[in-house]
């Protein structure tokens, strides 16, 4: 007698859930078409695979992965299969976090009316204004011309007050275009405060507040091209906590998202402003160094790697300790014959080979610094 094994039965599960979505095995006319049911097949085989739950985000990390509608997200989630052997829960919501940082079609959408709408209101005040400035200045050339035919006391008198007249409306008309005028900035300010705003939050962090991989990638392309410029030296390392998921597993998610914002603070204070931090996913940091050699790079970094594991940190609440947290990294710099994403993945090879070798080591990639 064969005894079905857990594994087994969610398998069975699986392809039963599947096949109920496909309208079971018989095809028929209201049935998916082929490329459907592979869609459908795929992500199947991704959640259980990597022992996903069926929740609503994996559901749309896994479409979004086995559709490849979206480059950076794959990418991640290879790094991180590759990495772990599988994709892990906090792993998963990290990547699908980064990967909705962007501005929303629909929010975008809404910032984009309100921008016409307060240039439409500004261009109907100066419209407005234009036409009563020139009804004001007919009118009162007609009433000059008219008070220089009259003799008498009288008639001077009438054509002096239909001009004080026309005096003070234009004063008013000038005085209510200047009160429209006014509302009209005090949007556009709100507007572009919405906008500094909005550009904030889609390249920032928000668990660490530092900028993410799309400020990362911007601004990676800047300095490429401005190193190319100016001839300066550029380099960059990539960092990865060691043993994070056994820190999640341990002491769980929220104190692994402690420990994520305390390397993130110490590396941002060994920047010292004078390079870009940025969190590259999960527990991946990357730092650009502009103006700085290879070398430089990693005596900045290695710097940081000896102050963290000196350190010995504790649960919030007891103080029972952690134990040591450490990472590593890799560090490359900018060849005349490289871009960005090349540099990057130099260093990302380096990474791993600190990894490989027994954590808590920064390397150089090969042909970079005097120890490439």
């Known amino acids: 007698m064969t005894t079905n094994r857990p594994g087994d039965r969610r398998t069975n599960r699986l392809i039963h859930a599947v096949r109920s979505m496909l309208g079971g095995d018989d095809a028929d006319a209201d049935a998916p078409d082929q490329s459907g049911r592979d869609l459908f097949e795929r992500i199947g085989v991704f959640l259980f695979t990597n022992q996903l739950e069926p929740l609503p985000s994996h559901y749309e990390l896994a479409h979004a992965y086995c559709l490849g509608s979206n480059r950076r997200l794959r990418f991640a989630v290879d790094r991180a299969i590759a990495r772990d052997g599988r994709l892990t829960d906090e792993v998963a919501e990290a990547i699908l976090a980064e990967t909705r940082s962007e501005l929303s079609a629909e929010a975008l959408s809404k910032l984009i009316d309100e921008a016409q709408l307060g240039l439409a209101s500004i261009a109907g005040v100066v419209k407005?204004?234009?036409?009563d400035a020139q009804a004001y200045g007919e009118a009162l050339e007609d009433k000059v011309a008219g008070l220089s035919r009259e003799d008498g006391a009288e008639g001077g008198d009438?054509?002096?007050a239909a001009l004080v007249f026309l005096t003070r409306a234009m004063i008013e008309k000038t005085r209510d275009a200047e009160r429209q005028l006014r509302q009209t900035d005090k949007r556009i300010s709100a507007l572009r405060s919405s906008l500094v705003e909005a550009q904030r939050v889609a390249e920032s962090d928000p668990l660490t507040g530092l900028a993410n991989r799309r400020a990362f990638e911007s601004q990676l392309a800047r300095a490429v091209h401005a190193a190319r410029g100016n001839g300066a030296p550029l380099a960059l390392a990539f960092c990865d906590i060691d043993n994070f998921k056994k820190i999640n597993d341990t002491h769980g998610h929220e104190v692994g998202d402690r420990v994520l914002k305390y390397v993130a603070r110490l590396l941002s204070d060994i920047s010292n402003d004078a390079c870009h931090v940025s969190r590259h996913g999960g527990e991946e940091f990357v730092i650009l160094f502009e103006g700085k050699t290879a070398d430089q790079a990693f005596e900045v970094v290695d710097d940081a790697r000896r102050t963290l594991a000196a350190r010995r940190l504790g649960l919030k609440d007891s103080g029972d300790p952690i134990g040591q947290v450490t990472f590593s990294a890799g560090v490359?710099?900018?060849?005349?014959?490289?871009n960005g994403r090349t540099m990057l993945r130099n260093a990302d090879t380096a990474?791993?080979?600190a990894k490989r070798h027994g954590r808590n080591q920064v390397l150089m990639a090969e042909g970079s610094g005097s120890g490439g």
């Open 128 to 131: 407005q204004s234009g036409a």
């Open 351 to 353: 990474l791993y080979r």
């Open 332 to 338: 490359a710099e900018l060849h005349n014959d490289e």
């Open 158 to 160: 009438q054509s002096l």
